[in-house]
């Protein structure tokens, strides 16, 4: 008897792994993006229908209508204050990433440099930042300057810790081949120790943008609180004493859009860095 070989689909029809794989993946990208849009479009829904069913007054619980309308309309005031708060939480994440990779990169070349200032770097990370910011504007007499030591101190210490982390998190095996091949300290630092620290460094930046923008804010409350008028938390705090709740809402609208805009672009310069070689950041199939 013939055995019966069944004949291979035809070219055109036969499925292609790789497109199967692209349309998951762009399938999976807009779930992330609808979904989450989803739910914030259907909380805001509800809210709108509570506060009017309710008729709950603007000046307790406004709605999103309201918050909206007050953003458009009040945009004039709001503005200087976003760009003032966008400009020093800028200023304070690039002055942590600059001292938090130096001292990183000490920490891990000397461990008595390691031993002796490590634990003033936990005492500043543990230390309240509303506890210390008063002093801070005492001591110093520009609010700028002072503001920016303030947020300075919050988001440093996480991109230090993640630094260290990575640095010393270098394959042994792979230093000892470094070390055979008799690379040079720069060779190491370049091609073992940079690969190994940057997915650390970038999520460390993702932790320290968000508490960059924290500390801003409270350095912020308590120069407000001083009678000096500064970003977004000095209109909160006017709106509070005003009792002009939507304007209350509006500004503190702006603000998680901003930690939210912070968070999305470090996200994607991690993909955009990472993306192609590290597994926290490559697309795993399903």
Not at 96 to 116: C, N, Q, T, Y
Not at 126 to 141: Q, S
Not at 266 to 275: R, S, V
């Amino acid at each position: 008897m013939k055995t019966m070989i069944a004949s291979p689909l035809p070219a055109g029809q036969a499925p292609n792994p790789a497109e199967q794989i692209a349309r998951a993946g762009r399938r999976e990208a807009w779930l992330r993006v609808i979904l989450p849009l989803a739910l914030v479009a259907l909380l805001l829904v509800a809210w709108e229908a509570i506060v009017r069913i309710n008729q709950i007054p603007h000046y307790i619980l406004p709605a999103p209508t309201l918050v909206l309308r007050t953003l458009f309309e009040q945009w004039h005031s709001l503005a200087p204050s976003l760009w003032f708060t966008v400009k020093l939480t800028l200023m304070a994440l690039a002055a942590a990433v600059v001292g938090g990779v130096l001292l990183a990169m000490a920490f891990a070349l000397s461990k008595w440099v390691e031993i002796g200032l490590f634990p003033l770097a936990v005492v500043m990370q543990v230390t309240p930042i509303v506890a210390i910011a008063p002093l801070i504007l005492i001591y110093v007499d520009n609010t700028m300057a002072a503001l920016l030591i303030c947020a300075w101190i919050v988001a440093f210490f996480p991109i230090l810790s993640n630094t260290v982390i990575g640095l010393k998190s270098a394959d042994t095996n792979l230093r000892d081949l470094f070390g055979l091949y008799r690379a040079s300290p720069w060779q190491l630092f370049r091609f073992l120790l940079v690969p190994s620290a940057l997915p650390y460094f970038l999520g460390g930046l993702k932790i320290a943008g968000g508490l960059a923008l924290i500390g801003a804010v409270v350095a912020e409350f308590t120069a407000g609180s001083a009678g000096r008028n500064t970003g977004l938390a000095s209109r909160i705090l006017e709106s509070m004493f005003r009792t002009e709740i939507p304007m209350m809402f509006a500004a503190l609208l702006l603000v998680s859009l901003l930690g939210i805009v912070i968070f999305v672009a470090f996200a994607a310069l991690a993909k955009l860095m990472i993306g192609h070689w590290h597994e926290s950041e490559m697309r795993r199939e399903s």
